[in-house]
């Protein structure tokens, strides 16, 4: 157990493509996570793969916003493997799905209270049943849908009145952390824009709330740990995804590339 000074120093990164992606692990990321829940500060956490560092390498103000976060941390092995090449041989994956279920469990060891912010109500509402399945002594202390889904197209931003209404619900629940489903960009611009104004842990989690309220089949483990999750991901989403890989995927590896030829992050 690592005591409070050494958690509240800067965890290690290495640029790959010039965001600053941590050498973290499943732990660092649980007791640095839970010391700010209780101190009440305001941190970022983002689970980066190639689709964010590329949405990020083509635009500079998403850029700034991602190196502005506590921790972005490694989700996928293609950046892994970057960080092995980059000389750091130890680093291992810490994705957004395994962080969340080994947060959830610490958490209801520790009494520790956590929230959920985005997505549907229907969806909202299957999670939560699977996440008090799995864990009955879990201390939810927030719980609410992103309104932009809710009503008629098309989808709107909080007013600001409605946005401090729901920052205040969030700092008196007292949640320590707080699991945000938006899906990226939109969920690390969101986090992004309230630091300094939700006292707790944000953790931008992506499709996770889809894969625990059942609505998302997930990979298989073995494709997830060689490399191989975006196959069964393209070939469950093809017309979402296909512009995707095929706008980000090649560039990533040759910008990386020519980052380790040039010594360019």
């Not at 980059?86 to 009494?111: I, W």
């Not at 889904?149 to 409605?162: A, F, H, Q, W």
């Not at 939109?186 to 006292?199: F, L, S």
Request: with cysteine.
């Amino acid at each position: 157990m690592a005591t409070t000074e050494e958690l509240q120093n800067p965890i290690a990164t290495r640029p790959i493509l010039g965001i600053n992606v941590a050498v973290s692990s499943y732990e660092q990321l649980i007791q640095r996570s839970f010391l700010w829940g209780r101190e009440r500060q305001s941190r970022a956490i983002f689970f980066a793969n190639v689709h964010m560092i590329m949405e990020a390498h083509d635009d500079p103000a998403f850029f700034r916003l991602i190196n502005r976060a506590d921790m972005v941390n490694p989700d996928g092995m293609p950046l892994v493997w970057a960080l092995h090449a980059l000389g750091e041989k130890n680093a291992q994956r810490v994705c957004g799905f395994d962080a969340t279920m080994a947060t959830l469990d610490a958490a209801e060891k520790a009494g520790v209270p956590v929230g959920f912010y985005g997505n549907t109500p229907a969806a909202l509402d299957a999670l939560v049943r699977k996440v008090r399945s799995l864990h009955p002594n879990l201390k939810i202390g927030f719980l609410e849908c992103d309104s932009t889904y809710v009503g008629s197209p098309p989808y709107r931003v909080l007013t600001p009145e409605e946005d401090a209404a729901l920052v205040e619900r969030i700092a008196a629940s007292g949640v320590s952390v707080l699991f945000v489903g938006l899906g990226c960009p939109k969920q690390e611009n969101w986090i992004m824009g309230h630091v300094g104004k939700v006292p707790t842990a944000m953790f931008g989690v992506g499709a996770v709330f889809d894969y625990l309220a059942g609505r998302k089949a997930q990979a298989p483990r073995w494709m997830m740990n060689s490399g191989l999750e975006w196959i069964f991901r393209f070939a469950t989403e093809p017309r979402r995804l296909a512009m995707r890989y095929l706008k980000h995927n090649p560039r990533f590896v040759f910008l990386f590339l020519w980052q380790l030829v040039t010594g360019r992050g």
